[in-house]
């Protein structure tokens, strides 16, 4: 089997030998790559897309840009890196952020190792050679003494399979596979499904160009205004003066990246000190809103008084009051992610846009003319999805990815995931996973938290090489405990509470368990050191 790869023409390969394989080249695999050619080590990165970024590669849909702050959202490893650099904006849009990406490739001269449009469909561990093969849909087969997952952790778009999706006359697009070239949606009547993030970013410039909007929500949001701006030389520079003290800052905070926090708890205020410090929060915007008192989420009472600050606020903003009450959330603030936008809650007064309740009767299908709720159809010209991911594992699903004595890994995660430290699986030895579950990942800066798992996944293999050693792996007991650590530290938090993707509850089927590790990134990052400086504490190595 041939192919092409970025328009050359593909040879598979059969019977090269890598000494790591890596699975995407968004950020973690662009990082990964780059450390282990540094330490000497061949390696090959496969990725399903076109070109670099991950996430910032696929998600393409109107208004999409990051909410963690631009001046934070990068790498940290190069202080060149940093210094030439110059984000425009204070929340970076998503082709900014590509464009970082590309300029890390080049930077570094990546590229040469990734083989691009390759998705890599199998992984499996050759016990007796003590290597993984690793298979793509191009036909490559390779042979990887290291198998690195690199494959993000809001990756699997989430395809609700919606009857009747196939008699729908127009386009259906997901906001997380966005068309390259665009979508131009001036005059036409577009429906929109969700209101998470992905949503909530769209759905005011869709609300531009449509002659009609009409979104469906099953659950209402809490979202912040993100205040977005210029940045200006000035401040730029400010930060640029002394960047390592900003990154050491981020890596001290339970996020891993830096805003100012209270840790006061919002029970001790009065009702008076809280509406201004909520006022002033809401007024710097972002996710820093929920660093406003200490206790927010971890006491229901103190996150009352966060909802209902945030509950007024829709009220104030929205006109019509049915609509402002269908768009107040009821579950506990920021259980769910919260969302950052610009103009979101306002477009609902536009009067070509239209909320459509979808929280008691589920869509029921879709027709050829758009959509039917409760015996109404909505004419819809095209339907946009912004229904997610299927997050932290649904990247794994998609690869069939076998250990010892033939056990896959759906089979070893079907009661939900199972990793030490997130970084590696009993039964997968010498398989590392960058942002796997179990780790801060998503509740953590991406970056920060990639940057940190690169980094302690690169020293272990430099060190397994050092001492001849084959391969790595935890000990069951130890994977037992994190696992159950992860799942009781995530009972203290209020986030636990609902029906996020966190717990994989926005996928039916799928088990209910709280995959990100919410201990803190220091707390975590502490734990992985001891680990490496107690000699691998935890895992076995042969
Ligand atoms: O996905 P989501 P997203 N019928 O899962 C609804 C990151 N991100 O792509 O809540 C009707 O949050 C679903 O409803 P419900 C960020 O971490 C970051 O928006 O399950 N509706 C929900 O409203 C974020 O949290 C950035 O009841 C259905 C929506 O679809 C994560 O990615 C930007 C449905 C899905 O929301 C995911 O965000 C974008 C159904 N059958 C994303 N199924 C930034 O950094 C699902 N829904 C800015």
Redesign the pocket.
């Known amino acids: 089997m041939t192919g092409t790869t970025n328009g050359h023409h593909h040879q598979p390969e059969t019977d090269t030998v890598f000494d790591a394989v890596i699975v995407g080249a968004g950020f973690a695999g662009l990082y990964m790559l780059h450390r282990l050619r540094g330490l000497g080590f061949t390696a090959r990165v496969y990725e399903a897309g076109g070109g670099v970024g991950g996430?910032w590669y696929w998600?393409r849909y109107p208004g999409?840009?990051?909410?963690?702050e631009s001046m934070q959202y990068s790498f940290s490893f190069s202080e060149e890196l940093d210094q030439q650099w110059n984000w425009s904006e204070k929340?970076a849009p998503q082709p900014e952020i590509l464009g970082y990406a590309n300029h890390v490739a080049d930077r570094f001269d990546l590229r040469r190792h990734i083989q691009f449009d390759t998705r890599v469909i199998a992984a499996t561990f050759d016990e007796t050679a003590k290597c993984w093969q690793v298979e793509t849909d191009r036909g490559d087969r390779v042979a990887a003494k290291f198998c690195i997952m690199a494959v993000g952790c809001?990756s699997a778009a989430?395809h609700?399979p919606?009857s009747g999706r196939e008699d729908f006359r127009g386009p259906i697009y997901h906001?997380?596979e966005w068309p390259h070239e665009g979508v131009d949606f001036t005059g036409l009547r577009v429906g929109v499904?969700?209101?998470?993030?992905?949503?909530?970013?769209s759905i005011p410039i869709i609300a531009q160009q449509a002659s009609h909007l009409t979104v469906?929500?099953?659950?209402a949001?809490y979202s912040v205004p993100a205040w977005n701006a210029k940045l200006t030389p000035e401040y730029r520079d400010s930060i640029k003066a002394d960047y390592p003290a900003l990154r050491a800052k981020a890596r001290g905070r339970p996020t891993g990246f830096y805003f100012p926090f209270n840790m006061k708890p919002a029970l001790e205020a009065t009702p008076e000190e809280r509406e201004q410090q909520y006022e002033e929060a809401w007024e710097r915007g972002g996710l820093p809103f929920l660093g406003a008192y200490g206790d927010l989420l971890f006491e229901k009472a103190a996150n009352d008084t966060i909802a209902e600050f945030a509950h007024n606020k829709i009220r104030s903003i929205v006109k019509d009051p049915a609509t402002a009450e269908l768009l107040c959330p009821d579950n506990v603030f920021g259980c769910?992610?919260l969302?950052?936008d610009t103009g979101y809650f306002e477009t609902y007064n536009l009067p070509h846009v239209k909320l459509v309740d979808?929280?008691r009767t589920?869509?029921e299908r879709f027709t050829a003319e758009g959509i039917e709720v409760d015996g109404t159809e909505y004419r819809l010209d095209a339907i946009v999805?912004?229904?997610?991911?299927a997050?932290m594992t649904g990247s794994f699903d998609r690869i069939r990815i076998t250990g010892r004595q033939g056990r896959t890994l759906a089979e070893k995660w079907r009661a939900g995931p199972r990793a030490y430290l997130g970084v590696a699986t009993v039964g997968f030895p010498n398989l590392f996973t960058i942002t796997g579950p179990g780790s801060p990942s998503?509740l953590a800066s991406m970056i920060q938290a990639i940057e940190q798992h690169v980094d302690w996944m690169a020293d272990c293999m430099a060190h397994l090489r050092d001492i001849g050693a084959a391969t790595i792996e935890p000990v069951q007991s130890d994977e037992d405990e994190w696992v159950e650590h992860v799942n009781e530290v995530s009972k203290v938090s209020l986030r636990s509470t609902c029906?996020?993707?966190y717990v994989g509850?926005?996928?039916p089927g799928r088990p209910r368990v709280f995959m990100p590790y919410i201990g803190g990134f220091p707390v975590y990052v502490q734990k992985c050191n001891e680990v490496m400086s107690n000699g691998f504490e935890g895992f076995v190595i042969e």
Not at 216 to 219: C, D, E
């Open positions: 996430t998600n999409a840009r990051c909410d963690v929340y809001l989430n609700v919606f906001t997380g499904i969700g209101t998470g993030s992905s949503a909530i970013q469906f929500q099953r659950t949001t769910k992610r969302c950052v979808v929280s589920p869509i999805c912004a229904t997610g991911f997050a998503v029906s996020s993707w509850a926005n996928i």
